[in-house]
T-cell receptor
Framework: GDSVTQMEGPVTLSEEAFLTINCTYTATGYPSLFWYVQYPGEGLQLLLKATKADDKGSNKGFEATYRKETTSFHLEKGSVQVSDSAVYFCALSDQDNDMRFGAGTRLTVKP | EPEVTQTPSHQVTQMGQEVILRCVPISNHLYFYWYRQILGQKVEFLVSFYNNEISEKSEIFDDQFSVERPDGSNFTLKIRSTKLEDSAMYFC?????????FGPGTRLTVT
């Protein structure tokens, strides 16, 4: 079945460092891809999405490009802030629109 | 902006008791979901619901679980006889064409 594999954490960075969290997927069709963020004690918030190949999703300085040839949707940010500390989940939604999540990557940004 | 709401935010129950978790999806959405996140683990799909019936369910969603849309606005998840391992955060979601909107979650603690 469809699945998502993302980089295991935790990831610890200094403020203003460059962030990459890898995500690859397996799907039989053409899924939509998402990154969700979960701040401590809160629910899931959609960070960005891409619905077809070569689309780039972006929000709050984060970007991810839907790469069909490498079945990837890596999350990047050029300069992280302490407030970016959270758990990041890569997810896909197939034609039935059931969401499949990766295991989550905990990011800690230190001042 | 419309949002998915869930009540209660935290539910504590004794093992063997029945619990009902409530969700109010976004009003013009037609597809509804429940997900579960055991503390520190990935978000897992439980069930999807469309046109007043279950459209898909995972292996987690056994006979102890049921869902209902009793009145056209609420969407409930019932666990008939809770077990310790049911302790988790439960997220409700509803969707448009591509994107699922998640509620803030209900933390269920089974003692």
């Amino acid at each position: 079945g469809d699945s998502v594999t993302q980089m295991e954490g935790p990831v610890t960075l200094s403020e203003e460092a460059f962030l990459t969290i890898n995500c690859t997927y397996t799907a039989t069709g053409y899924p939509s891809l998402f990154w969700y963020v979960q701040y401590p004690g809160e629910g899931l918030q959609l960070l960005l999405k891409a619905t077809k190949a070569d689309d780039k999703g972006s929000n709050k300085g984060f970007e991810a490009t839907y790469r069909k040839e490498t079945t990837s949707f890596h999350l990047e940010k050029g300069s992280v802030q302490v407030s970016d500390s959270a758990v990041y989940f890569c997810a896909l939604s197939d034609q039935d629109n059931d969401m499949r999540f990766g295991a989550g990557t905990r990011l800690t940004v230190k001042p | 902006e419309p949002e998915v709401t869930q009540t209660p935010s935290h539910q504590v129950t004794q093992m063997g008791q029945e619990v009902i978790l409530r969700c109010v999806p976004i009003s013009n959405h037609l597809y509804f979901y429940w997900y579960r996140q055991i503390l520190g683990q990935k978000v897992e799909f439980l069930v999807s619901f469309y046109n007043n019936e279950i459209s898909e369910k995972s292996e987690i969603f056994d006979d102890q679980f049921s869902v209902e849309r009793p009145d056209g606005s609420n969407f409930t998840l019932k666990i008939r006889s809770t077990k310790l391992e049911d302790s988790a955060m439960y997220f409700c979601a509803s969707r448009t064409v591509y994107e699922q909107y998640f509620g803030p979650g209900t933390r269920l603690t089974v003692t």
